[in-house]
Nanobody, 122 residues
Framework: VQLVESGGGLVQAGGSLRLSCVAS????????MGWYRQAPGKERELVAAISSGGSTRYADSVKGRFTISRDNAKRTLYLQMNSLKPEDTAMYYC?????????????????WGQGTQVTVSS
């Protein structure tokens, strides 16, 4: 499975960005896809994830501001980020996992994109 992200950039606090991730290769074994982020000096954290059936989960810090979605026909995963805060600044990674939605963790996620930088200025 190959994952290619796009859509990061620099935005002012309160602004919005939409990240996209196009998947290619054999994905029949993938049960969940998601977005992780990692800021300098911090651990990689799961921001949002979505199952093959459309169920979702979010980190508490982004609930109500971020929305994850997928377009299966286009093999594309999205992350709509609204009301961005400086603390959202990080490298964002698309990920695909054979684990189920609530079992998805960075340590067991097999497939990663190269990352896209999101910077939110105050």
């Amino acid at each position: 499975v190959q994952l290619v992200e796009s859509g990061g950039g620099l935005v002012q606090a309160g602004g919005s960005l939409r990240l996209s991730c196009v998947a290619s290769g054999t994905i029949f074994s993938i049960n969940a896809m998601g977005w992780y982020r990692q800021a300098p000096g911090k651990e990689r954290e799961l921001v949002a994830a979505i199952s093959s059936g459309g169920s979702t989960r979010y980190a508490d810090s982004v609930k109500g501001r971020f929305t994850i979605s997928r377009d299966n026909a286009k093999r594309t995963l999205y992350l709509q980020m609204n009301s961005l805060k400086p603390e959202d600044t990080a490298m964002y990674y698309c990920a695909a996992s054979e684990a189920h939605l609530w079992e998805m963790r960075a340590t067991t996620t097999a497939y990663w994109g190269q990352g896209t930088q999101v910077t939110v200025s105050s």
